[in-house]
């Protein structure tokens, strides 16, 4: 069947992803990729698929009605994959009104337009996908059972919170005005393309450059890690397959102590490059840690498992020398988004063409 899927925040880590997967794998289905393009979004990373026949790269702000509108009815959208989002931690931490702005308004303005647009359509194969993230559950203890899906919310850092916000917002819109959505809350990904202020590229980064590697406390905070191949995996099974109205865990039942993934990161770079094994040990530096810093994240996705068959493919170890090689070889794509270049890029790229 032909589809007009708006996927918002397209030019991002995940985002990036589920593009190149939807306009690869559905050629008659027309992609059109909202993406304001903030420090977080670069085209660069979609530049194997933006000349193809069934994508459209739009630069915009979710929190824009009118563009919204306009979208809407020129692509005759029937289908949203929402990813945009102001994504980091501690950013959120420095900057809350941002993440409130972006996460909670910006989402609300989506659902509202997508109301509207679908107003006195039959559901059909209408869908609002919103993916958020674990976050929101809070914080387990050592030992406690994984998140559920009907975990309850309990959300830290001003990431979280405006992440639960915006869930709330997505459930009301089902509830009281039938919008058909369907919600996933995923673990911590890893993979090409992730902006490099996120633990695993900041220290693959830093290694190489023969920098210090920041753990914060201990590092002893334990994280569920997932290749970012298998979250789009996951969002293209839940947008498709899911039940109207459910929400579902996406983890890769793989938790680790951040200490140990550095540990394991400075294994596979070291070898890499060949240096003298653990020589970049040395880095590893403890410095204070994030406020109000969540101790574990764990999924239980068997929900996902048993109505959709859904399971991560990616091996951590094999995913995380694929993820370093792939950083390795991509030294150009690290200095264009941490620089100007990209800029110039996009410039060159995308000016007068609409
Ligand atoms: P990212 O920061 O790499 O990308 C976010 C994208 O959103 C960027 O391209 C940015 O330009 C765009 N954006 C930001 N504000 C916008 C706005 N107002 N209008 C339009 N576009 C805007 O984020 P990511 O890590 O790829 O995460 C994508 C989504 O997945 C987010 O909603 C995040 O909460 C969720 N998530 C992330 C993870 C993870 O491990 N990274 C895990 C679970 C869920
Ligand atoms: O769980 C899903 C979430 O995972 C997503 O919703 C977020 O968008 C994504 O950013 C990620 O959040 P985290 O805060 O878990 O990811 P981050 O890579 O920032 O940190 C991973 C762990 O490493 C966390 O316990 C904090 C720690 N850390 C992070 C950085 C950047 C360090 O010890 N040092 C660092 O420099």
Known sequence: ??????????????????????????????????????????????????????YKFVRGDIGDRELLCTLFHEHSIDGVIHLAAESHVDRSIRDPLL????????????????????????????RFHHVSTDEVYGALKDGEAAFSETTRYDPHSPYAASKAGSDHFVRAYHDTYGLPVVLTHCSNNYGPYQFPEKLIPLCIRNICAGELLPIYGKGDHVRDWLHVEDHAEAIDEVFHRGRDGESYNIGGINEWKNIDVIKLLIRIVDEELGNAPGSSEKLITHITDRAGHDPRYAINAQKLREELGWFPKHSFESGLRETVRWYLTHEQWMTDVTSGAYERYYEEMYSGRG
């Open 1 to 54: 069947m032909k589809r007009h899927i708006l996927i918002t925040g397209g030019a991002g880590f995940i985002g990036s992803h589920v593009v190149r997967r939807f306009v690869r794998k559905y050629p008659d289905y027309m992609i059109v990729n909202l993406d304001k393009l903030t420090y977080a979004g670069n085209l660069v990373n979609l530049r194997d698929v933006e000349k193809a026949a069934n």
């Open 99 to 126: 993440f409130a702005r972006t996460n909670v308004l910006g989402t609300l303005t989506l659902l509202q337009a997508a109301r509207e647009a679908w107003e006195g359509a039959s559901a059909g194969a209408r």
